[in-house]
């Protein structure tokens, strides 16, 4: 298993490799994607290390409520009354690339569906 100094989300956490922090709190720090699909385009990420949706359980409810708090605050704040979108790519299926649980905040502009 991917954590600490081998996952590129814990250094970011860590402060090891840099990023555009956007909001951060006990449980939580949220960037701004090095590669954004929109407008605004910001990763919501546990400082806790857990490789995917998929592998958390009933004990990360709290954590997981927390990070759709902080997605609604993060919304407000970057002015998306219009909308946006949230998406939690798990496992190969799902386009994960990045081997630590992460929620994109997508939006800025109209976004499509069905996604590809
Ligand atoms: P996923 O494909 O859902 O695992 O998303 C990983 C996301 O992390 C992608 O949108 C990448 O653009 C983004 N990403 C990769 N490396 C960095 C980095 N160093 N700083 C900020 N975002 C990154
Ligand atoms: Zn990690």
Redesign the pocket.
Known sequence: MLDGMDC?FCR?VAGT?P?KKVFEDELTVA?????P?APV?V?VIPKKHVASLAETDAGDKELLGHLLEAVRELGAEQKLGKGYRV?I?TGPDG????EHL?L?LIGGRAMHWPPG
Do not use: E
Not at 31 to 35: E, G, K, M
């Open positions: 590129l970011i490799i990023a960037i701004q994607d090095i590669n699909q385009h990763l998406v790519n386009g994960q690339t990045v992460h994109h």
